[in-house]
Antibody, heavy 115, light 113 residues
Framework: EVQLVESGGGLVQPGGSLRLSCVASGFTLRTYWMGWVRQTPGKRLEWVANIKQDGSEKYYVDSVKGRFTISRDNARNSLYLQMNRLRAEDTGVYYC????????WGQGTLVTVSS | DVVMTQSPLSLPVTLGQPASISCRSSQSLVHSDGTTYVNWFHQRPGQSPRRLIYKVSKRESGVPDRFSGSGSGTDFTLKISRVEAEDVGLYYCMQGTHWPPLTFGQGTKLEIK
């Protein structure tokens, strides 16, 4: 059974940092693109970033370029999202998702950026 | 960026009746490889999104056959032949043809009348 389990969310002040993690099981992580998608408090879904199987290609939505970094450790079956210089508009539930077609999603981790 | 526009945004439906959600893209979603990468997702209250349909009309394993996807070019539709109580929640279309970025529709909230 495919499972994706996110962690690392929390309350952070504007300008602060968080590192999200996603542990994958039930499939071979190194054979899939992986990504992060966030859901705003208004329930809008926004793609955040994707990373290729070997980490050689990474893509980001414009609003997070230069602030967020996606990475992976296939040996640890893990995906990461380092989030720096956080803003209030980054608030939301962050999901990791398998592949570029997002066939499986984790349960999400809540990030709240507020003073 | 490709803009995905869903309608309606709110969809009250009587149990057992059909439902239809439209998704229109700002440009053709036919990829250079000939495939159209349009997905549909369902999110029940308190849960994460679940993919129902991929490549316009291919139903995910385990998805009831009352769900169907259709369309081409810039116009796509998700249909539910007979709505059941478990179908409530949010529905999203997403395009994966012209990325980055991957883009989603605004979401349609289906509720039972």
């Amino acid at each position: 059974e495919v499972q994706l389990v996110e962690s690392g969310g929390g309350l952070v002040q504007p300008g602060g940092s968080l590192r999200l993690s996603c542990v994958a099981s039930g499939f071979t992580l190194r054979t899939y693109w992986m990504g992060w998608v966030r859901q705003t408090p208004g329930k809008r879904l926004e793609w955040v970033a994707n990373i290729k199987q070997d980490g050689s290609e990474k893509y980001y939505v414009d609003s997070v370029k230069g602030r967020f970094t996606i990475s992976r450790d296939n040996a640890r079956n893990s995906l990461y999202l380092q989030m720096n210089r956080l803003r209030a508009e980054d608030t939301g539930v962050y999901y990791c998702a398998r592949g570029t077609a997002h066939d499986y999603w984790g349960q999400g981790t809540l990030v709240t950026v507020s003073s | 960026d490709v803009v995905m526009t869903q309608s309606p945004l709110s969809l009250p439906v009587t149990l057992g009746q059909p439902a239809s959600i439209s998704c229109r893209s700002s440009q053709s979603l036919v990829h250079s490889d000939g495939t159209t990468y349009v997905n549909w997702f369902h999110q029940r209250p308190g849960q994460s999104p679940r993919r129902l349909i991929y490549k316009v009309s291919k139903r995910e394993s385990g998805v009831p056959d009352r769900f169907s996807g259709s369309g081409s070019g810039t116009d796509f539709t998700l249909k539910i032949s007979r709505v059941e109580a478990e179908d409530v929640g949010l529905y999203y279309c997403m395009q994966g043809t012209h990325w980055p970025p991957l883009t989603f529709g605004q979401g349609t909230k289906l509720e039972i009348k």
